[in-house]
């Protein structure tokens, strides 16, 4: 790792309530986008962050995203499927899959695409710690999170994630909304 002498001083700054964007464009300077799309995200994730769009932006960088990606995204968002996924990812170069992927599901998420489409379709090739936000987000039927495990050897991942899910939304439920999803069948835990 080629670290800078300032990393540590642009990361203070950063936890004593200042922006990560400093931070995070000295590693993309420096050659480290994994590093970048890290600290973008763990950033993002709060809700007072400053340099927010800026740092979404600097998400599409770390993954090499080529022009027009968001508006594919945007596009996708909008009417998603199996088949405009596969589309979508299938060009994606080997070396920036990883951050790519990653970096769609959390964008996709913020464009409200459908959760059980996005979900089935991020999944399909294994599992990134974003895909416990969208489980947790209340936009994934706990069925299709049991479905995916379904035929997995990690079926009780799976199944514990689902379960998760469902803690997480009846946690965050108003008395309407868990009366709600009493009629469904979202069990009370």
Do not use: H
Request: hydrophobic share 40%.
């Amino acid at each position: 790792m080629n670290a800078r002498p300032d990393d540590r001083f642009l990361a203070r700054q950063w936890f004593n309530g200042g922006s990560a964007l400093p931070l995070v464009r000295q590693y993309l300077d420096d050659g480290r986008p994994d590093e970048a799309a890290m600290v973008a995200r763990m950033a993002i994730r709060w809700d007072d962050c400053p340099d927010r769009d800026a740092l979404e932006a600097t998400l599409l960088e770390s993954a090499s995203a080529p022009d027009g990606w968001l508006t594919a995204l945007e596009d996708f968002s909008k009417s998603p499927s199996e088949e405009r996924w596969q589309e979508l990812m299938s060009f994606v170069p080997e070396d920036v899959f990883y951050q790519r992927l990653r970096n769609t599901i959390v964008l996709l998420m913020k464009l409200g695409c459908d959760g059980n489409i996005l979900f089935r379709c991020a999944t399909r090739l294994g599992i990134t710690s974003d895909v416990f936000d969208l489980a947790a987000s209340g936009t994934v039927d706990p069925d299709v999170i049991v479905e995916r495990g379904s035929e997995s050897p990690a079926r009780a991942m799976w199944l514990a994630l689902a379960a998760a899910s469902t803690s997480e939304i009846r946690t965050e439920a108003d008395d309407a909304l868990n009366e709600e999803l009493d009629k469904v069948g979202v069990p009370r835990l």
